[in-house]
């Protein structure tokens, strides 16, 4: 078959090896890609919302299956208009992908279906979000309606920090046309679980659960980032927890969409907060989590085409899914300034001296004149392997520490709450 994976990033490059894995799989291609992504498949200069690019690509190049990976071209409806002109495409269509689009809609379902998640508010005016912020009280955490790049989340752990959250998200729409609308939620605590499922409207098979890290320092310290690292399995949760999650959240949530006349088909990617009341749902992204798909898919054993072939079949429920016990910890390095600016272009050395046990997906990554440079905020994600967590982890790090390029930043504490949850530091 000939296949088109959409998107650049870390996500992609992992999408792109395990397909390359399927003897199924004749010609790969990746619109628009990145330098790490060159290696296994041909980039073509196509951007990811440039629709009409895309279908005339596909069908000039007879493509078979495109797999739409990120956020902004599946709510704006890439997948529906690669149908229209009879293109099969992997994703959920835009009716659908509003589970991440809009975080009023998705909390709204939650209301309606009696999927846990934290209490909330929704407003569309500064004045009716700030009475509502004064009359909770902080900890409170503000977001932006719409997409932010993983970034229209807030915190605020005092009444002055939502205040000001407010103001800048509603008046000053940091985030654009995103602030039109907030969502207020009770703060949650517990352990934060990153489940995501391959879904074909009603067949949910779940993957392996992972953990990111969104704050961009040590101690989860810092402005979130669209995350700084991963790891899978996670140790210190129990199995039964995962099982509640997928049974209270997940199920009845691809099954509320169905009622609703919106069947998801593709990737649903659960943010839960793991609370002494149960998990709870903090998020739903319409896709793969990014890093959480650079340690989920090393641990695949199932032929990842079979899975997307399946789910746009409507034959999912056929299909077992198969996992290797191995865990698997990413460390993503970042350009210095990141989530805020920061300088591209820096050429990064030391990528041929890391073991080829270890992966290393690119995230924003160049070729320059045959030097591969710094092109984004997140650069390259470091992926060991190993039996258990601190044997991956220990791998990641040593070959992450192979790499460098001017103002290099990353976090030395990814994994660190699986191993104190089990007793290792
Ligand atoms: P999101 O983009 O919705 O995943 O939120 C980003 C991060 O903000 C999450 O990973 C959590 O760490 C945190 N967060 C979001 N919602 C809540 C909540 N209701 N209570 C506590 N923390 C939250
Ligand atoms: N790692 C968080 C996300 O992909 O949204």
Redesign the pocket.
């Known amino acids: 078959m000939r296949v088109l994976v959409i998107g650049r990033g870390g996500r992609e490059h992992a999408i792109v090896w395990a397909l390359k894995k399927s003897p199924k799989v004749k010609e790969l291609y990746c619109a628009p890609g990145n330098g790490g992504i060159a290696t296994l498949a041909e980039c073509v200069p196509v951007s990811e919302l440039d629709f009409e690019g895309i279908s005339r690509f596909a069908l000039d190049n007879s493509i078979d299956l495109v797999m739409v990976a990120p956020d902004d071209p599946l709510v704006a409806g890439l997948v529906d208009h690669l149908e229209e002109k009879g293109i099969p495409a992997y994703g959920p269509r835009k009716n659908a992908a509003i589970i991440e689009g809009s975080?009023v809609f998705t909390k709204d379902l939650m209301r309606k279906y009696s999927i846990p998640?934290?209490a909330?508010g929704s407003f569309e005016t500064y004045e009716e979000a700030l009475a509502y912020v004064r009359e909770q009280g902080a900890?409170i955490?503000i977001?932006a309606d719409g997409l932010?790049a993983?970034?229209?989340?807030?915190?605020a752990q005092t009444l002055e920090e939502a205040e000001k959250a407010l103001r800048e998200i509603m008046l000053d729409k940091v985030f654009g046309e995103s602030g039109n609308c907030v969502v207020i939620?009770?703060?949650?605590?517990g352990q934060?679980m990153s489940l995501l499922s391959f879904v074909d409207g009603t067949t949910v098979r779940p993957m392996v659960p992972s953990q990111?890290h969104?704050?961009v320092f040590d101690n989860?310290k810092g402005p979130?980032t669209g995350g700084m690292g991963t790891y899978s399995p996670l140790p210190h949760i129990p199995e039964s927890v995962v099982q509640e999650a997928i049974e209270t959240i997940v199920k009845p949530t691809a099954e509320a969409m169905v009622k609703e006349g919106r069947p998801f088909r593709g990737v649903l990617y659960a943010?839960l907060?793991l609370t002494e009341k149960g998990p709870?749902t903090?998020?739903f992204?319409a896709r793969f989590g990014d890093p959480e798909t650079q340690v989920i898919l090393p641990r695949l054993e199932t032929d990842l085409l079979d899975i997307f072939l399946a789910t746009i079949n409507g034959r999912l429920a056929d299909l077992e899914l198969s996992w290797s016990d191995e865990a698997a910890v990413c460390v993503i390095l970042a350009s210095k300034g990141y989530p805020g600016t920061y300088p591209k272009g820096l050429p990064i050395t030391g990528l041929e001296n890391v073991s080829s046990d270890a992966m290393v997906f690119h995230a924003g990554t160049a070729v320059q004149d045959g030097v591969t440079v710094t092109n984004g905020g997140r650069v390259l994600g470091v992926v060991g392997k190993g039996k258990d967590i601190a044997e991956a982890r220990d791998r990641a790090y040593a070959e992450a520490s192979k790499i460098s390029f001017d103002g290099v930043h990353y976090r030395t504490d990814i994994a660190a709450k699986a191993l104190k949850g089990a007793g290792i530091q």
Not at 150 to 155: A, L, P, Q, S, T
């Open positions: 975080k998640t934290a909330y900890p955490v977001k932010a993983g970034k229209g989340v807030i915190v939620e009770e703060f949650l605590t934060e990111d969104k704050q989860d979130n943010g907060m709870k903090i998020e992204n």
